[in-house]
């Protein structure tokens, strides 16, 4: 049987499908729920709630089960909810829930158990079908009280749990800020290359037998006039999503070939390696593009290192190892990035052409006394090693880790412990003075047990 809250609306007020208000009576329905929480000092939760996949599953089992699925969610909505409460649909697959309580952390607290409960298999048509939902929560009078900010916040907050693959997020302060700033990056992003406002810094991974550096990570550096310096690990993940990381890519090798060739013309001699995203290895004319710039710039292909992340191969494992295989064809080295946190199996690990292994810092840090992390590291190293593969860490900030790796065999390191990543000419004079036999101590309380030979780090 209907609920009086699907059946009473007058059929322009509601939703053929599912019985529940549309949207614009969801605006109203908030409005009007708005006064009487001002009125009588209580307490609104604004749930925006969204099914995950829903368009895939719309497109493999045809629109009769995903309106089934509607159905249902309406259904558990409805009887979740009391009599004071609403439910809406606001699109196709989008509800607006408004919880009506008597105060923020109860209505908050009913907001989250209402969105577990949904969390069940569906029955469509004698098939049992997983349900995901996602939800963004708003609170009166916490996160605002007028409707349009209310809505605006919950829907934030959706999309912050939609990113966060977790199944709900409440607004934060900040929140409107952060996206703004998210915004004007896209913005700025279109005219970092053209606008000169990129550079590239260059870190050395240190050879742990010869204490020699032959290899550096070109690292991106954005400086906007009115943003100001951005990290990467903020602009990248935008260009990604907004399909601006290919440019910066193409930018990054053009520089790094043009970079070490101008090393090689004042005597240093010293690789470098560039960061890819999984998107620069669906690109088909990107080998023929690389073989283009070390043609120009007489580079040797092995010179060249591409990092790729762990985390970038498993998203579309098959169409990164064809990407990966024609990149390797070059001749160019191949290094997996940021290794332990992106959960790749064995048998894929066997079968990619990849050359060197680096140790995700994140396992590095702090790595000096025997127990579990030393021992983890310690089969990384192993297992790097029984795959022909060369094997960086990364993030090594203090002498005991540099020592501890040493110890396992691991080849080379790179992190503040060395160096912090430099500037081009900075870096060509730290290369030109180890190798010319001196000394260099860049960064406070590096010793000679970092850069010199071991024999003269213990006595
Ligand atoms: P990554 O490739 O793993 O690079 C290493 C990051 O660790 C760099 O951060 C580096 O500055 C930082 N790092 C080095 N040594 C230490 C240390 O001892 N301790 C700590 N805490 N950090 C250390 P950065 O430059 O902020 O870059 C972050 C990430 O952004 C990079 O991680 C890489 O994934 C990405 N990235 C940087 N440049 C590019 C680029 O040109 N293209 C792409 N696609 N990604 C890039
Ligand atoms: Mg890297
Ligand atoms: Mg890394």
């Known amino acids: 049987m209907r609920d009086a809250r699907q059946s009473r609306l007058h059929p322009a007020q509601h939703d053929a499908l599912t019985g529940l208000a549309h949207r614009g009576c969801g605006h109203a329905r908030l409005e009007a729920a708005l006064a009487r929480a001002r009125a009588d000092r209580s307490a609104l939760a604004l749930v925006m709630l969204d099914i995950e996949r829903f368009h895939a599953l719309n497109a493999a089992l045809g629109h009769a089960a995903g309106d089934g699925v509607l159905q249902e969610v309406a259904r558990r909505l409805v009887r979740e909810t009391g ?5 809406a649909r606001f699109g196709s697959d989008e509800f607006f ?5 008597l105060d923020s952390a109860t209505a908050l607290a009913d907001a989250d158990r209402l969105v577990a409960r949904l969390t069940r298999e569906v029955d469509v048509g004698g098939l049992r079908i997983p349900l995901r939902v996602r939800a963004g929560v708003a609170l009166h009078p916490d996160h605002g009280s007028d409707a349009v900010a209310l809505l ?3 829907d934030l907050a959706l999309r912050q749990a939609k990113e966060g693959h977790s199944r709900l997020a409440v607004y934060e302060s900040g929140h409107e800020e952060r996206q703004l700033r998210r915004l004007g990056i896209v913005h700025a992003l279109r005219d970092a290359v053209t606008g000169g406002q990129l550079a590239l810094e260059y870190q050395p991974k240190l050879e742990l037998r010869s ?5 550096t990570e070109a690292l991106l550096r954005w400086r906007h006039p009115a943003l100001g310096a951005t990290a990467p690990d903020e602009f990248i993940p935008l260009a990604e999503q907004t399909g601006q990381i290919e440019p910066l ?4 090798l053009g520089q790094v070939l043009q970079q070490m060739r101008a ?8 690789g470098a390696a560039v960061n890819l995203s999984a998107l620069d290895l669906s690109a088909p004319d990107l080998p023929t593009a690389i073989a283009g710039l070390l043609g120009a710039h007489g580079v040797e292909a092995h010179d060249l290192t591409l990092e790729i ?3 970038a191969l498993m998203h579309q494992p098959d169409v990164a190892r064809a990407g990966l295989e024609s990149l390797h064809a070059l001749g160019v080295r191949l290094a997996l990035d940021d290794f332990g946190v992106g959960f790749s199996s064995l048998s894929r690990l066997r079968r990619l052409p990849v050359d060197e292994l680096k140790i995700d810092r994140s396992f590095v840090s702090g790595l000096c006394v025997e127990g579990r992390q030393l021992r983890l590291v310690r089969s990384i190293v192993d297992l790097g090693h029984g795959l022909g593969l060369r094997v960086v860490a990364e993030g090594v900030e203090e002498i005991d880790a540099l020592r501890v790796l040493e110890d396992m065999g691991c080849d080379a390191v790179q992190g503040y412990l060395v160096s912090l990543p430099l500037a081009p000419d900075e870096l060509a004079r730290m290369c030109r003075a180890r190798h010319g036999g001196r000394r260099t101590v860049l960064r406070a ?3 000679s047990a970092v850069l010199g030979s071991r024999a003269a780090a213990r006595p």
């Open 83 to 87: 009599p004071r409460d609403t439910v």
């Open 97 to 101: 829930i408004l919880l009506a309580r």
């Open 152 to 154: 605006r916040r919950a």
């Open 211 to 215: 204490r020699t550096i032959e290899q």
């Open 249 to 252: 890519t193409r930018w990054v």
């Open 263 to 270: 090393w090689r013309s004042c005597g240093v001699h010293v």
């Open 309 to 311: 992340t762990e985390s």
């Open 445 to 447: 309380g590096a010793s």
